[in-house]
């Protein structure tokens, strides 16, 4: 069976069906990498800056009344 590197800690990981965390080694290392992805740890970089940055002094300009 194929053997992977663990994303979060290197380990050795078998990747197949049986290995139910793969690619992690474990739950372990599992639950901590989604863990930085729900702390926003990790981010899918974009082209774009934050909403607020677009339109800095017309913070309103789409809001109908």
Known sequence: MK???CPRCGAPAPFGPQNKWRP????RCKSID???????RF???TNEGPE?????G???AGAKE
């Open 52 to 56: 607020d940055e677009k339109n800095p």
């Open 24 to 27: 992690f080694c474990s739950e």
């Open 58 to 60: 017309d913070k309103d």
């Open 3 to 5: 053997s992977v590197p």
């Open 43 to 45: 981010r899918v970089p």
């Open 34 to 40: 989604l863990g930085d992805w729900a702390s926003e």
